[in-house]
């Protein structure tokens, strides 16, 4: 159990479909991101956010759309997705506060693999 | 930007032999540095960090890493390692000005073994 949950863990959609991935974390943690883990690629940072804000869009397409209703909860929306898109997309959390208060560990869920057809 | 690099892709180790997994970074200010593992089937969590004082830090499992900012490098070392330490194994690094933008190498792939 990490603290961490996301869902579904396995999706397979078509290019013209739109499909959500949710995480949710249960460790009270006030920031929140999204990472893509591809084959034989390092991780890549997609979103952050804090307090429910986005701070950080690392240059993602915009068929990918972040959603934070709440500090607990991170939805990833997809549509319209290429080939290339699959991928093990990770959610993590962490207990940030301002710059010199950063604890550094992030707390990673079991991720979502995407196939994309 | 910084990034990481992890020259070992795949390394293959009898029980009881020793480890050392590198990694070396590139960015010229002050950073602070990770190693995660990711168990098979299991999420990735942190092994380790680094942010400033002692360079040889000591994390879980008898795993520790050495910070050498004349090679940029922090190398993850194990004097003895056992089956259960079959995993994937990340190298990261933050910068105090960008502490949440947690840039990642490719990992290394490690096999124990019995």
């Known amino acids: 159990e990490t603290g961490v949950t996301q869902t579904p863990r396995h999706l397979v959609m078509g290019m013209t479909n739109k499909k959500s991935l949710k995480c949710e974390q249960h460790?009270?943690?006030?920031?929140m991101y999204w990472y893509k883990q591809s084959a034989k690629k390092p991780l890549e940072l997609m979103f952050v956010y804090n307090f429910k804000e986005q701070t950080e869009n690392n240059s993602v397409p915009s068929r990918f759309s972040p959603e934070c209703p709440n500090s607990s909860h991170l939805f990833l929306h997809l549509h319209t997705l290429q080939p290339e898109d699959s991928a093990l997309y990770l959610c993590?959390?962490?207990?940030?506060?301002?710059?010199?208060?950063?604890?550094?560990?992030?707390?990673f869920g079991e991720g979502s693999r995407l196939t994309v057809l | 930007a910084q990034s990481v690099s992890q020259h070992n892709h795949h390394v293959i180790l009898s029980e009881a032999a020793s480890l050392e997994l590198g990694c070396n970074y590139s960015y010229g200010g002050t950073v602070n540095l990770f190693w995660y593992v990711q168990y098979p089937g299991q999420h990735l969590q942190l092994l380790l960090k680094y942010f400033s004082g002692d360079p040889l830090v000591k994390g879980i499992k008898g795993f520790e890493a050495e910070f050498i900012k004349s090679k940029f490098s922090f190398n993850l070392r194990k004097p003895s390692v056992q089956w259960s330490d079959t995993a994937e194994y990340f190298c990261?690094?933050?910068?105090?000005?960008?502490?949440?933008?947690?840039?990642f190498g490719t990992g290394t792939r490690l096999l124990v073994s019995p």
């Open positions: 460790l009270g943690h006030n920031a």
């Open positions: 990261a690094v933050s910068t105090n000005t960008g502490f949440q933008k947690l840039v």
């Open positions: 993590a959390s962490s207990q940030d506060v301002s710059a010199g208060g950063h604890t550094g560990e992030l707390f």
